[in-house]
T-cell receptor
Framework: DAGITQSPRHKVTETGTPVTLRCHQT?????MYWYRQDPGHGLRLIHY???????DKGEVSDGYSVSRSKTEDFLLTLESATSSQTSVYFC??????????????FGPGTRLTVT | RKEVEQDPGPFNVPEGATVAFNCTYS??????FFWYRQDCRKEPKLLMS???SGNEDGRFTAQLNRASQYISLLIRDSKLSDSATYLC???????????FGAGTRLFVKA
């Protein structure tokens, strides 16, 4: 158990509204990630963070922003939700070792439906 | 072409069978390789890392073929509880970005 929680776990929202998803970790990991998972596409990286206030874009970052003001919290914001952002969102942390690379551990996910 | 590709399946096998999945990757700079397991409506969970020399964890064996750029997962003596989606993942080493395959679905039936 990597001590990762996500909130909310489920959300239904209307097109055009802003939405913020929260990821909280308890083990002081430096690297945090937001992915979305859709049928046929697998997990796709939205944004990631390599420290407080240090973030960068992933492959599907359009329409999303992130913030990390504390080590333990990584927020994902949909500025103006669209139906194409209906998805399951996973937060993850990674543990890096020289011989095994970056192992990732995931939170339980947030199911977001945009109507 | 996707950077990491898997046969989506589903693979339907009886209990006790041996089943193998392959995963191909296109970036030759890839250095770290993993298999994850994902149960229905749950988060992916790390199953095992894949080492160059191959590695085994109980009934699970993972192998890496750098020349042909694929990794494999072999499950022996399949159990009903092995039914899940198996995701392969590739990292370029030291970097932050891990690329995941879309997953292979396995159903083990009694």
């Amino acid at each position: 158990d990597a001590g990762i929680t996500q909130s909310p776990r489920h959300k239904v929202t209307e097109t055009g509204t802003p939405v913020t998803l929260r990821c909280h970790q308890t083990e002081n990991h430096r690297y945090m990630y937001w992915y979305r998972q859709d049928p046929g596409h697998g997990l796709r990286l939205i944004h990631y963070s390599y420290g407080v206030k240090d973030t960068d874009k992933g492959e599907v970052s359009d329409g999303y922003s992130v913030s990390r003001s504390k080590t333990e919290d990584f927020l994902l914001t949909l500025e103006s939700a669209t139906s194409s952002q209906t998805s399951v969102y996973f937060c993850a942390i990674s543990e890096h070792t020289k011989d095994q690379g970056a192992k990732q551990y995931f939170g339980p996910g947030t199911r977001l439906t945009v109507t | 072409r996707k950077e990491v590709e898997q046969d989506p399946g589903p693979f339907n096998v009886p209990e006790g069978a041996t089943v193998a999945f392959n995963c191909t990757y296109s970036n030759s700079a890839s250095q770290s390789f993993f298999w994850y397991r994902q149960d229905c409506r749950k988060e992916p969970k790390l199953l095992m890392s894949v080492y160059s020399s191959g590695n085994e964890d109980g009934r699970f064996t993972a192998q890496l073929n750098r020349a042909s750029q694929y990794i494999s997962l072999l499950i022996r003596d399949s159990k009903l509880s092995d039914s899940a989606t198996y995701l392969c993942a590739v990292n370029r080493g030291g970097g932050f970005k891990t690329i995941f395959g879309a997953g292979t679905r396995l159903f083990v039936k009694a």
